[in-house]
Each structure stands twice: as structure tokens, then as C-alpha cells.
């Protein structure tokens, strides 16, 4: 069974970091594509992704320069390292996982999500 689980979400300041995790398990991560994405009142916006082609892309430009997306496959995590951050990045984050080879922003190309992990930032 196909479980992602996210952590490392929390209250920052605005400029602070914070670093999310999603754990996976039941599968082998680099068989895999994993995106992050997060809750707009529009529905999920894909923020990263890491394929299993070894590609990753950042779909955001509000987050570009200052978002990294990054996988340990021997740990079967994937992170999300948030820098600069702003109060527009309040939003629950999730993870999902998909068979497609290549990167997607949408979310309906991903089959398994994590609960999710909130994000406030604030002062």
C-alpha cells in the first residue's frame, strides 16, 4: 500500500525556512515521481516536483530562487526546502506520488497524497 507521509511544517516568520519532508512507504521511491504541491482556494497548485527521470522543476515562479526540491531515495524521502519565506506561502503543503515518468503540475496526474502539513507564516 502507497503511503506518503509530510512533516516538518509549522509557524516561521516571514524569512525564515523550513524544510518539509515526505516519507514514503509500501513502495520504492525511485520508481516514482513525486510532486509537492499546496492549497490555494483555487484548488492544489503544483509547487515542485522530482520525476523518476531524474528530472525536477519548480512550478511556481513566485517560489523560484527560493524553493528546493530534493530526494533521498535510499531514505525514501523527498524534500521540499523553503527559504525567504513569505505570508503568500501560507498554505497546507502535500505531497503526492504518480507513475508518470515525467514531472507534472497538475494534480489529477497524481494518485497518492499525504495528509498534508500546514505552513503559516507569520509575525
Known amino acids: 500500500q502507497v503511503q506518503l507521509v509530510e512533516s516538518g511544517g509549522g509557524l516561521v516568520q516571514p524569512g525564515g525556512s523550513l524544510r518539509l519532508s515526505c516519507e514514503a512507504s509500501?513502495?520504492?521511491?525511485?520508481?516514482?515521481?513525486i510532486g509537492w504541491f499546496r492549497q490555494a482556494p483555487e484548488g492544489r497548485e503544483g509547487v515542485s516536483c522530482s520525476?523518476?527521470?531524474?528530472?525536477?522543476?519548480i512550478f511556481l515562479d513566485s517560489v523560484k530562487g527560493r524553493f528546493t526540491i530534493s530526494r533521498d531515495n535510499t531514505k525514501n524521502t523527498v524534500y521540499l526546502q523553503m527559504n525567504s519565506l513569505k505570508p503568500e506561502d501560507t498554505a497546507v503543503y502535500y505531497c503526492?506520488?504518480?507513475?508518470?515518468?515525467?514531472?507534472?503540475?497538475?494534480?489529477?496526474?497524481?494518485?497518492?497524497w499525504g495528509q498534508g502539513t500546514q505552513v503559516t507564516v507569520s509575525s
Open positions: 520525476s523518476m527521470s531524474g528530472d525536477v522543476q
Open positions: 509500501g513502495f520504492a521511491l525511485d520508481d516514482y515521481t
Open positions: 503526492a506520488a504518480s507513475r508518470h515518468y515525467y514531472c507534472s503540475p497538475f494534480a489529477n496526474d497524481f494518485r497518492s
